[in-house]
């Protein structure tokens, strides 16, 4: 049988690229991608990319008046929103590019439309075409989910802060995971007046405790106003941006608030039930280890699998699906001991088992130690950085690192290496130190603070 392409990928996120560019230039196959919005996907246009030049915008207020200290004289001004928009907006055009021209480079076909399955090897674009295809890779990404009382009352997400026109002089930032707390470090660091309510106990649930608690408890130090065990109980637009009442009976306006209450699969209306891939409950596509759905001519990787929702997982899922199907090269990618950063202020970066998830499973020594880093205690600021490792007791591999600390992504991308390869504790402590800076108490941790 013919097809019109050897596979046809719905979604042009860092997923879906990865998977078109390798299985066209580095295997020869034919490929045709569609995109309904812009190349590049959540990471790029909405997600990690611009969210970390905000990131970098917002910290720069903070690092003037560190200045001032170092005998700068320079005072910080206004934060100019607009002038840092254009930027962004420049910069986001300029990486769409960067995206489309690869996919073009490789031999990629691109139809810039929404495109559904119509059965396990067809697809139909919105404008009525249909192509065929041996291999259909579904790549959609995922979208906010927030709850429909919210959505009624008009909130924003994620998605919609990189559109603002001008920057709130006050917002509720509603959810405590990465993307909120992400957000109310970053318009904090903006000059916006930032509440923050999350519903459990601490914020970022499933990270390490102590790590948790030492954020919080930063992002309050910052200003931050954030409330535990608090959530919206009632809310309606007003004068002002939208009245709220919130469940421990208190009642304020903002001017904006935000929902960053989780994402969910992109699966609706794309057609899969019909074409027989099975769903899980979220709406997310069941998929083997080999990213492979219960057709067999359709794949799924990425956020829209709901496994591991990182940009660098849905890579690895996207090459490993090229390999194994175009490069005669069977891979699946490796889920375990996958390191990741939360851009809050302080940076957090995590990898491998908490301390309470190690507990469970035996034996552990727990090192740990908390200090004011050289730069920001000489020019007076009260931060504290967190390191710690979680050490199997029997075997002395160190099952995870916690990092809270200035520049942490940069520093558990090393640490991951060596955990990947299984250091021990002891391996950890005959490197020697790098001095002086703050990473060198990953290699000095002389005494367990807990065993357990
Ligand atoms: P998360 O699932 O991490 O957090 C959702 C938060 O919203 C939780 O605190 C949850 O509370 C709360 N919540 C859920 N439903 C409700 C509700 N109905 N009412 C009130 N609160 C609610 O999702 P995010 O949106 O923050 O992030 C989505 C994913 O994006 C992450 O899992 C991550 O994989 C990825 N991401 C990664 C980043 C990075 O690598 N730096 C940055 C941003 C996103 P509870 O804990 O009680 O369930």
């Not at 990618?333 to 809050?344: G, I, K, M, W």
Request: proline share 4%.
């Amino acid at each position: 049988m013919s097809f019109d392409f050897d596979l046809y990928v719905i979604g042009g996120g860092s997923g879906g690229v990865r998977a078109a560019r390798i299985a066209a230039s580095e295997y020869g196959a034919k490929v045709a991608i569609a995109e309904e919005y812009r190349m590049g996907g959540t990471c790029v246009i909405r997600g990690c990319v611009p969210k970390k030049l905000m990131v970098f915008a917002s910290s720069y207020g903070a690092q003037i008046d560190d200045a001032r200290a170092y005998g700068w004289n320079v005072s910080a001004g206004d934060f100019d929103w607009p002038v840092f928009r254009a930027r962004l907006d420049a910069e986001l055009d300029r990486l769409e590019g960067v995206y489309r021209s690869g996919l073009l480079k490789a031999g990629v076909t691109i139809h810039d439309d929404r495109a559904v399955v119509e059965d396990a090897h067809t697809v139909r674009l919105a404008d009525g075409t249909r192509h065929s295809a041996r291999h259909i890779l579904i790549a959609t990404g995922g979208h906010p989910s927030v709850p429909e009382a919210a959505a009624a009352a008009g909130v924003m997400t994620s998605n919609d802060i990189f559109k603002l026109d001008a920057l709130p002089g006050s917002v509720l930032i509603v959810g405590g995971g990465f993307i909120a707390c992400e957000f109310a470090c970053v318009l904090n660091g903006m000059g916006v007046e930032v509440t923050q309510f999350y519903r459990g106990e601490q914020i970022l649930r499933g990270f390490d405790g102590e790590a948790r608690g030492h954020i919080a408890e930063h992002m309050r130090e910052a200003g931050v106003n954030l409330h535990l065990g608090t959530d919206v109980m009632e809310m309606r637009a007003a004068a002002g941006g939208t009245w709220v009442m919130s469940t421990d009976g208190r009642e304020r306006v903002f001017e904006k608030v935000i929902y960053a209450t989780g994402r969910s699969p992109n699966t609706a209306g794309l057609g899969l039930e019909a074409a027989g891939v099975r769903l899980g409950r979220r709406g997310e596509v069941i998929v083997d280890g080999w990213s492979q759905t219960s057709v067999p001519s359709i794949y799924a990787v990425g956020d829209v699998t709901d496994r591991i929702n990182l940009t660098p997982v849905a890579i690895r899922e996207g090459h490993a699906f090229a390999d194994t199907v175009f490069g005669a090269k069977p891979t699946q990618a490796d889920h375990e001991l996958v390191a990741s950063a939360v851009f809050t202020q302080p940076e957090f970066g995590t990898v491998g088992l908490t301390e309470e998830a190690a507990r469970e499973k035996g034996p552990i020594e727990v090192y740990a130690t908390a200090f004011r880093p050289m730069q920001s205690a000489f020019a007076g600021r009260p931060d504290r950085v967190m390191m710690k490792l979680i050490v199997c007791a029997d075997t002395r591999r160190v099952l995870g690192c916690h990092i809270v600390a200035p520049g942490a992504g940069e520093m558990i991308q090393l640490a991951a290496i060596a955990i990947k390869m299984g250091a021990t504790k002891e391996d950890f402590d005959r490197t020697v130190a790098v001095h002086p800076v703050m990473a060198e108490e990953l290699v000095t941790l002389r005494k367990p603070v807990r065993t357990a």
